[in-house]
């Protein structure tokens, strides 16, 4: 009978064994971490910069609609991250007041509304427009210049592109010969082109009126489009610039800090119907009779009753937002 060998293999070397297969598996599976790293590296290096750019910014936030097929120029490329600032800035929209400021609140807000509506019964727009987008082109060169000057500009820009159609086949050089005068002209200008792009290539031509729309188009943010769509449209909303914040804040409106917060405070004082009027009132007062800078309260016709500590002594203005 022939003797079979034993194939006993003793503790020590059944260890060493598995010891040398696990080095062994972790060894490929480093090979393969670097391999992957590798290949990751060299996909990063071909992207285009821009997109690279805007998945760092906002990567949940990458649309899925039309507005991403245009390309016509950086300040398009760039609209991804502009909504999703403004989505965060809308989100900033809630009152800091209590149930138990609201209610002596409220009827400050009404007192100031009646004296409000006396001085000015019926506002108009201070500027000069014949159609929604007009009106749009306007509010954008607005930033950071005085109204009068815009409709200074605007004469000769719409009588050669009275709408998107036409502004959306000018040079942008054409533009800022035309609107010169105006601040951060050329860069007005070139957004002006690119939103009448936007425009023509998504809506047909045709001004939207939401926020969410409007805030995708280049150089409209949230004060903008809430002019557009109170002014253009008549659907209650509460523009608030940094003149209406001073105000705001100078009668004690609002906790806040920037121009969202004080929309949000202003808003739960008064009636949506009231909204769009009661803006325009700000700011053809704040104009006339409640400049930034070496105020006199005493000697203002609202401030002298309304303004509250440190805004109720001479010279003392709140901070801009």
């Known amino acids: 009978m022939p003797t079979l060998r034993s194939s006993t293999v003793s503790a020590a070397s059944f260890h060493d064994c598995a010891s040398h297969t696990r080095v062994t598996a972790d060894a490929q599976r480093n090979l393969m971490s670097l391999t992957d790293q590798k290949k990751q590296a060299e996909n990063r290096k071909s992207r285009p910069a821009g997109r690279k750019r805007l998945r760092a910014v906002a990567p949940e936030d990458e649309p899925a609609n039309e507005a991403a097929k245009i390309a016509s120029g950086p300040d398009v490329a760039a609209r991804p991250a502009a909504v999703q600032k ?12 209590t149930e138990e400021d609201l209610l002596p609140l409220k009827v400050k807000a009404e007192r100031l509304y009646d004296q409000l509506n006396q001085l000015y019964k019926d506002p108009p727009c201070p500027l000069i427009y014949q159609s929604p987008f007009q009106l749009l082109v306007a509010v954008i060169l607005s ?42 002209a050329p860069t007005k200008a070139k957004n002006i082109c690119n939103m009448s792009k936007m425009l023509m290539e998504i809506h047909g031509g045709v001004v939207p009126q939401t926020f969410e729309a409007l805030e995708q188009l280049p150089g409209v943010g949230h004060k903008t489009a809430s002019v557009v769509i109170c002014t253009a449209f008549g659907i209650p909303t509460f523009p608030v610039d940094t003149h209406i914040h001073r105000l705001a804040q ?45 105020h006199d309260p005493s000697q203002c016709p609202i401030c002298s009753w309304a303004a509250v500590s440190p805004y109720d002594k001479l010279g003392s203005s709140p901070k801009k937002a």
């Open 86 to 97: 403004a989505k965060v800035r809308r989100a900033l929209l809630t009152t800091l007041w």
């Open 143 to 184: 930033a950071q210049t005085t109204d009068k000057k815009v409709n200074e500009v605007t004469p000769a820009l719409f009588e050669l592109a009275p709408d998107a159609a036409r502004m959306a086949n000018m040079e942008v050089a054409e533009v800022q010969e035309l609107i010169r005068q105006v601040g951060l």
């Open 250 to 294: 100078r009668w004690g409106l609002t906790k806040g800090k920037t121009v969202e917060q004080t929309e949000a405070d202003l808003k739960v004082l008064l009636p949506e119907e009231k909204w769009n009027n009661y803006h325009l009132r700000f700011i053809y007062f704040g104009r006339e009779h409640c400049p930034a800078q070496r």
